[in-house]
């Protein structure tokens, strides 16, 4: 079992930027997928950005340039950069730890983009 902690949300103004944390403990394997997703109020939760335990990233298209993925091996933890955000961004950010179907889910971090 891998439990994962996020960190780092917060209201931040449009154009502003914010990072998320995921730490990861537990029975981590080798081999692995880790990311974010988010859901928005009235919406389905949707992709946002992961990244492979050998460094391979994935972004949805509407959001690369903006959030930029990455991992620090050693403290287990997976970040994510989001830069000139923009009140669409606003959701519930939730980590997501996947190995061959396996899946661990964190609690989620409340983002705001508002002015």
């Known amino acids: 079992q891998v439990q994962l902690v996020e960190s780092g949300g917060g209201l931040v103004h449009p154009g502003g930027s914010l990072r998320l944390s995921c730490a990861a403990s537990?029975?981590?394997?080798?081999?692995?997928?880790m990311g974010w997703y988010r859901q928005a109020p009235g919406k389905h939760r949707e992709s946002v950005a992961h990244?492979?335990?050998?460094?391979?990233?994935h972004y949805a298209d509407s959001l690369r340039g903006r959030f930029t993925i990455s991992k620090d091996n050693g403290k287990n933890t997976v970040y994510l950069e989001m830069n000139i955000l923009k009140p669409e961004d606003t959701a519930v950010y939730y980590c997501?730890?996947?190995?061959?179907?396996?899946?661990?889910w964190g609690q989620g971090t409340q983002v705001t983009v508002s002015s």
């Open positions: 990244i492979t335990s050998g460094g391979i990233t």
């Open positions: 537990g029975s981590i394997s080798s081999f692995y997928v």
């Open positions: 997501h730890y996947d190995v061959s179907g396996r899946q661990s």
